[in-house]
């Protein structure tokens, strides 16, 4: 249906349709951590900033999937654990929203650098 749409003409507009389809990504990015209450979770990333950074890791390993991945876990798990503060925003799907035990996912991420707290006195 998207490449339907994308291919109806605008009557208003005067260009070509730029509109292209993002291929699926092949895996499912997630983290893991332990929230305040002391329960491990796992949550799915449906962040479209780390689909591309998959994309662009397989273009710059010509293809290789295991090196593309790998470059995926170190910006996320070490890059941003070590040099900035990492904010996970959440949202849910619909379509698990009334049937799974825990609808929420990782819709965005925000990765300020960390700052030091320095003391008055």
């Known amino acids: 249906m998207l490449k339907a749409n994308a291919s109806q003409l605008n009557l208003f507009k005067n260009s070509d349709n730029p509109f292209e389809v993002v291929p699926k990504l092949p895996y499912k990015f997630s983290y893991k951590f332990t929230s305040d209450d002391g329960i491990e979770r796992t949550m799915m990333i449906e962040d479209w900033e780390i689909g591309m950074l998959y994309w662009n890791c397989l273009k710059r390993h010509e293809g290789d999937e295991a090196k593309a991945c790998d470059d995926v876990r170190k910006k996320y798990f070490d ?10 925003f959440l949202g849910t799907t619909r379509e698990f929203h009334m049937m799974a035990l825990n609808p929420f996912v990782i819709i965005g991420t925000f990765h300020p650098i960390k700052m030091t707290q320095f003391t008055l006195f």
């Not at 890059?79 to 996970?88: G, H, M, S």
């Open 79 to 88: 890059d941003f654990a070590k040099t900035k503060d990492l904010y996970l």
